[in-house]
């Protein structure tokens, strides 16, 4: 007779992984099936009407986020990053069914991949194996073929194009802001190195706090045009104006890293200076055209056309899997080099896990960040990026593994849920090993 399962049923193991996320912030979270789009009707009626409607004023609110995530195109301006006129490159697959594959969280307790997306509020989540796409799943009224938008994930492609301008001569991480934006002279960046803005460890008085509508972030919010205006607002409209209001922070350059967005869009500004393209095209010329990709991806603009090149991207997680699948290759992609080697090496290195520690991150213990990259400096070399919202590409190349995620959670931190998905990444690398 075969042994039965200790397994607890997926509803009930889904509502113990809900109240433990729901302990961390001590904040009344909705149950993920109460908050499924198909439940919630937004936009569905022809025209939509009253508390149906999602728009630029409510889309901050939860649950119509999760909409606002997958039609970004509807709300903002967006530009286009094309995929080009060839056909799209081949992804092979041999499916496996990870579902039941099982972990254990914090507690002991036994839940299984499927379990952890459902409790993490997961749109999307692709698997990738030695090349072959062996596990994709939906939900949420995301299909193949829906972009995401990505928040900071989009930090880790400007990062690597920048690296690889680097790498290419056309940028000097070491030489100073200035030589490449003099507009900046006056502001946080006048006496800050390149190299400083590619690690994040510039000193800006810049707080970055998702729960605290008085940090900066949602200054910078206003800037770009994403959060709805304040009554009599009166601050600057695009990105170029909020970063000459910033200053220099209380820490010196360079002695630790703090997540502060701005950087990313300081990088963009030099990488758009010194090769005289819009992010955009070149994003598409560099990345999408070579990559092969299934669907356009678009980029948010601000009122003057700036891209948000530290949180503006949505794509599919298809044309993600191929990207990290490329990365796992060291930039190859289909006997084209993407990016050189010698810095896809260069960026899983990592930078200095001390410095790392200035962040306050706890909860991604080891981790360092390098050219806009987290590197775990685990046994299994894995890197990744990661955006607010549960967004993430990680790749682990011992187990040649690489994994799409996107999500709608409530909380924009990763810190409620990042302990639980280390474990989720583990477990699918021993998976996948098997």
């Known amino acids: 007779m075969k042994k039965k399962s200790m397994r607890l049923c997926p509803s009930l193991a889904v509502t113990l992984l809900f109240l433990a996320l729901m302990n961390a912030d001590a904040q009344e979270l909705p149950s993920p099936e109460s908050v499924r789009l198909e439940t919630l009707g937004y936009m569905s009626t022809f025209p939509p009407v009253g508390d149906k409607i999602v728009d630029k004023e409510n889309w901050v609110q939860y649950p119509q986020m999760r909409w606002a995530l997958q039609h970004v195109r509807e709300l903002w301006p967006t530009r286009a990053i094309r995929r080009g006129a060839l056909p799209p490159s081949r992804l092979p697959e041999v499916r496996r069914n990870l579902d ?3 972990f254990s969280d914090d507690t002991g307790r036994e839940i ?3 379990d952890w997306q459902n409790a993490t509020y997961t749109d999307a989540l692709i698997v990738m194996h030695k090349g072959k796409l062996i596990y994709e799943r939906y939900d949420n009224q995301m299909r193949p073929e829906t972009l995401h938008l990505l928040f900071s994930v989009t930090k880790s492609f400007t990062g690597l194009l920048a690296a690889q301008l680097a790498h290419e001569g056309k940028i000097d991480p070491e030489a100073p802001v200035t030589a490449y934006i003099p507009e900046l002279a006056r502001t946080a960046w006048g006496d800050m190195k390149v190299r400083h803005v590619m690690d994040m460890t510039g000193s800006v008085n810049f707080r970055e706090d998702y729960l605290d509508p008085t940090s900066d972030i949602f200054l910078y919010g206003y800037a770009n045009g994403m959060m709805p205006l304040p009554e009599n607002y009166k601050g600057p409209k695009n990105i170029y104006d909020f970063l000459m209001t910033l200053k220099k922070g209380p820490e010196e350059h360079g002695s630790g890293f703090v997540y502060r967005t701005v950087h990313s869009e300081v990088l963009g500004w ?4 010194v090769t005289g393209r819009h992010f955009a095209d070149l994003f598409s010329e560099r990345i999408w055209q ?12 601000d009122s ?4 948000l090149q530290g949180g503006g991207l949505s794509a599919t997680a298809r044309d993600l899997a191929r990207f990290g699948e490329m990365l796992r290759l060291n930039g190859e992609w289909n006997g084209q080099n993407v990016f050189d080697r010698a810095v896809l090496e260069d960026l899983r290195k990592g930078g200095d896990p001390e410095k790392f520690k200035a962040s306050g991150m706890t909860f991604r213990p080891g981790y360092s960040y390098r050219n806009q990259w987290w590197i775990l400096h685990n046994a299994d070399g894995a890197f990744e990026a990661s955006g607010i919202h549960g967004q993430m590409i990680h790749i682990n190349p011992a187990a040649e593994m690489v994994v799409v995620k996107l999500s709608s959670h409530p909380l924009g931190s990763a810190k409620f849920t990042h302990a639980l998905t280390l474990k989720a990444w583990e477990a699918l690398a021993r998976a996948v090993r098997s």
């Not at 030099?270 to 200076?273: A, D, G, M, Q, T």
């Not at 070579?290 to 603009?301: I, P, T, Y």
């Not at 003057?304 to 891209?307: A, R």
Request: hydrophobic share 45%; glycine share 8%.
């Open 304 to 307: 003057v056309g700036t891209p």
């Open 112 to 114: 299984s991949i499927l």
């Open 100 to 102: 039941e594959v099982k």
């Open 290 to 301: 070579k990559l092969g990709m299934e669907e356009d991806a678009c980029l948010l603009v």
């Open 270 to 273: 030099i990488i758009s200076r």
